[in-house]
């Protein structure tokens, strides 16, 4: 039987046969040829390439290859309602703080894709998302090395105008591996859509619920426990089949909208919850209103054990087919993203409210271009969880095997915080040539929970100041300084970045971030980091030099750790 | 009209699929006792990956002296400590490291990056929830393909002398050769540790990976496919560092497959026996 790896390469064999060879030598165009010149070719590739020095004092590991990289090289082609797919994927080896398991080269992703007016057919590999994606989300996020793409068979039908219905089978990757089975089923009802009479409605409904269940062999699952025989072993009876439901609203009229998601995730024992068989259960909920110049965003979530993965032993960021949407801003400037907020999937209270509003032009805040404030602030509490059911006196560890603890939604521990992040930007442009960002960012940061080790509450100050200055007609300079002041983890930190630009194409820039106020003087170290760049039309190309500090990097409250670096780094990117 | 047709469809598929696809385990029925075999000729091996700096290292520990207890003699257990990733692994006193390159080479080679992970055998890395079952399907296998017998003596205080004799008792049909890895352990080694409640400075830590004699993949013992009845030998002499103390020091040696980097047989000798 032919591995998996040589299936894809005879795959991969038979798409650049099918694309090539019509066009290998032909005396006459044939129909078939005109047909194939119709369709288009489109893809994108990517390099991100390191080479690593070692520095002991920042703790740069040993790299015994010096130089690692990640890359990927995506083909489509499309003509008319048809569309073939792959992306080529190398990791030689590595980069750090991308998982090692990703160690390899192959095709990993490709489909073949039939888009019709009433059903849309792939089969292959595929990305999809269910409602929030709290039920279902397959995707990739290339910077944090996550890409949980099912392969199998989906179908999309749109029987009439605002009835959407999805059904996918499939196993999830796994690195250069599948695990577990997938069924899902999605319906979204827009009933503006389909209702007549609703149609001429100022208030647009909509409703969706899902149904998704995985499917993995139980296997062995030994637990010893003290009893008054002595130490007893129990086989833990897993469920192989694990359902979960999802339901939606979303209502808007006028600026204002209003909507939820409940899901429901029947018993699942894992090694994320300690193999407890209670089920899991999230909810959110989202408010908001918007107007010209002015919008309000509320959120509120509950989550209790809701990691769902295709491989139940499966720790980390990895196999996951479901996604918990963060309910924190994601910043961009690097002290204010220092300590990143992850969403805890085993449990959190989480609320959020943003509010965006530009002051007016032509008034004396306002000035001539108008001055836009931001204001955001998030927290997140530990649920409450009663009846523990531990096997040690008043224990907070629930046994394998039981029910696992009580906790009812919205029920927080008031005591136990897991993240404050309060948050206010202004933005002005003075005029033509200068404009300015200020920020200040109030942080509470459990270092315990989501780093699993250090404070369980670090306090920060943050404070930033944008400035761009554009000077003759193309070329702008930006000053970047930021101040982050506390009295846990490292202290304080300074950093300063100075980018010039020449539009549209050459960018250099240069900066450090220092730990200016570490207790101990001997780690007040520099992270200077100097980087240059080309950009044209859709390719980009940047070279960099410099040392980043071991942290962590999150992207929509996923999280992966970055170790410490002291190197040059290659990125080069191009869409086509 | 037509849409309720549609979105009937929709539900009922959804449904059914809920209720075809969902297993419901009652309460009464979560757990059962275990009657299998708790007891086999073949040894199992756990290589348990741990930091000094890993928050959730003192419970697989713990899990592991469960473990242990449960099943005595037929668990081997080897503590292998890594020099990365050193936000996990860097030592709180330099005097006191516990690291080894040959750990390193290991984790390198397995991708275990995060801890506590561990492997039973050497046939998957999983998390300490995990070994238990693992360790009860490898002695539920019944199988054994090699019978072995490990000495060991200190004739020196710096070097530590290790005879093996073994011999295959069923034919081993697996692809590559057979390998044999010599390891020295240490026991009751106090190196502070971070754990729930703060860094211990009086932390205990067993059965630590001091070194490996010889290759650290170690060196063949037998050819492909060895047949029932085939024999090895092997004497082995190493160094021992000043600071180990002898009276805490054992030997394994572990049987592997060379390809497939599977334990085949396990064995253990303990030095300065209290």
């Keep these: 039987m032919l591995s998996r790896m040589k299936l894809r390469k005879i795959a991969f064999a038979g798409l650049a046969a099918a694309l090539i060879c019509p066009f290998a030598g032909h005396a006459q165009e044939s129909k078939f040829e005109e047909m194939l010149g119709r369709g288009t070719l489109s893809g994108n590739i990517q390099i991100d390439a390191q080479m690593y020095f070692k520095d002991s004092l920042i703790g740069v590991p040993e790299v015994p290859e010096k130089l690692r990289s990640n890359s990927f090289a995506y083909l489509q082609y499309t003509n008319g309602k048809f569309s073939v797919g792959a992306r080529f994927e190398g990791y030689f080896k590595p980069m750090l703080g991308y998982d090692a398991r990703l160690d390899g080269w192959g095709l990993p992703y490709y489909f073949a894709r039939f888009s019709g007016d009433i059903i849309d057919v792939t089969a292959g590999s595929f990305y999809e998302q269910f409602g929030s994606g709290m039920i279902l989300r397959a995707y990739q996020d290339w910077n944090l090395g996550i890409d949980n793409a099912i392969s199998g068979v989906r179908a999309i039908i749109r029987p009439v105008e605002g009835i959407t219905i999805k059904g996918i089978i499939g196993t999830q990757r796994h690195f250069w591996d599948h695990v577990g089975l997938i069924r899902g089923v999605d319906l979204d009802l827009a009933f503006n859509d389909f209702i007549k009479p609703m149609q001429s409605w100022g208030t647009r409904i909509t409703l969706g619920g899902s149904f998704v269940s995985k499917f993995q062999e139980a296997g062995t699952k030994l637990v010893i426990e003290n009893t008054e025989n002595g130490l007893t072993p129990y086989q833990l009876n897993l469920p192989e089949n694990v359902g979960s439901a999802a339901a939606r609203l979303n209502i808007e009229s006028g600026g204002f909208t209003v909507g939820g998601e409940y899901v429901y995730k029947a018993n699942d024992p894992s090694a994320e919850n300690g193999y407890i068989y209670r089920p899991g259960q999230a909810i959110l909920l989202n408010a908001g209103y918007s107007m010209r110049g002015f919008g309000i965003l509320l959120q509120a979530k509950s989550v209790d054990n809701m990691g769902f993965r295709g491989d139940r032993a499966e720790l980390g960021n990895y196999g996951m087919i479901n996604y918990m949407p963060a309910l924190t801003r994601q910043h961009t400037y690097s002290l204010a993203s220092l300590y990143p907020y992850a969403c805890q999937t085993q449990g959190e209270v989480a609320f959020q409210a943003d509010i965006q509003y530009k002051i007016k032009r032509g008034t004396v805040l306002g000035g001539k271009y108008g001055t836009d404030l931001k204001l955001n602030a998030s927290v997140a509490f530990a649920p409450e969880r009663t009846n523990i059911t531990s096997l040690e006196e008043g224990g907070t560890t629930p046994a394998q095997g039981s029910w696992g603890y009580d906790v009812k939604p919205f029920h927080m521990d008031a005591d136990n915080i897991y993240f404050i992040d309060a948050n206010l930007e202004i933005a002005h442009k003075f005029n033509k040539n200068f404009k300015m960002t200020l920020m200040y960012m109030f942080e509470l940061y459990n270092q315990e929970v989501v780093e699993g080790h250090g404070e369980p509450r670090a306090y920060a100050h943050i404070a930033v100041g944008d400035f761009t200055y554009m000077f003759l007609k193309k070329h702008a300079l930006r000053l970047e300084l930021q101040y982050l002041h506390t009295k846990q983890i490292d202290q304080d930190w300074l950093m300063g970045t100075l980018e010039y630009t020449f539009a549209p194409s050459w960018f250099v820039s240069v900066s450090d971030q220092w730990n200016v106020g570490n207790n101990d003087k001997n780690r007040r170290f520099h992270y200077y980091y100097v980087s240059a760049g080309y950009i044209h039309d859709a390719t980009r190309i940047s070279l960099s030099y410099g040392k980043i500090r071991q942290g962590i990097m999150c992207s929509g409250g996923v999280c992966r750790e970055v170790p410490a670096s002291n190197g040059v780094m290659l990125t080069l990117s191009s869409s086509f | ?274």
């Design chain 2, 1 to 274: 009209m037509k849409s309720l047709k549609y979105i009937g469809i929709a539900v009922l598929a959804g449904v059914g699929l809920l209720a075809a696809s969902c297993d419901t385990i009652e309460e009464g029925d979560r757990k059962h006792e275990y009657t299998g075999p708790i007891s086999s000729e073949r040894m199992i091996l756990l290589e348990d990956y741990t930091g000094v700096r890993c928050i959730n290292c003192p419970t697989a520990a713990a899990e592991i002296t469960r473990l242990q207890e449960f099943y005595g003699d037929n668990l081997i257990v080897v503590g292998v400590y890594p020099l990365q990733p050193t936000g996990l692994t860097m030592p709180y006193d330099p005097s006191r490291d516990l690291r080894t390159d040959v750990a390193q080479t290991w984790a390198s080679a397995f991708a275990i990056e995060q801890f506590p992970m561990g492997m039973v055998n050497r046939q998957e890395v999983t998390g300490y929830a995990e070994w238990g079952g693992s360790i009860a399907e490898v002695i539920s296998e019944g199988l054994n393909y090699v019978n072995l017998s490990v000495s060991a003596s200190l004739p020196t205080d710096t070097t530590i002398a290790v005879n093996v004799e073994g011999s295959f008792v069923e034919d081993y049909e697996a692809d590559g050769a057979v390998n044999m890895i010599t390891m020295i352990l240490e026991d009751s080694i106090v190196v502070p540790q971070l754990t729930g409640s703060g860094v211990n400075g009086g932390y205990v830590h067993n059965h630590v990976l001091r070194a490996v004699i010889g290759p650290e993949w170690g060196s063949q013992v037998a050819s492909e496919a060895p047949a029932r009845g085939t024999a090895f030998s092997a004497s082995l002499t190493g160094s021992v560092n000043s600071g180990w103390r002898k009276n805490r020091l054992s030997v394994v040696v572990a049987i592997v497959n060379a390809s497939s980097h599977e334990v085949i047989q396990a064995g253990i000798v303990h030095l300065g026996e209290e």
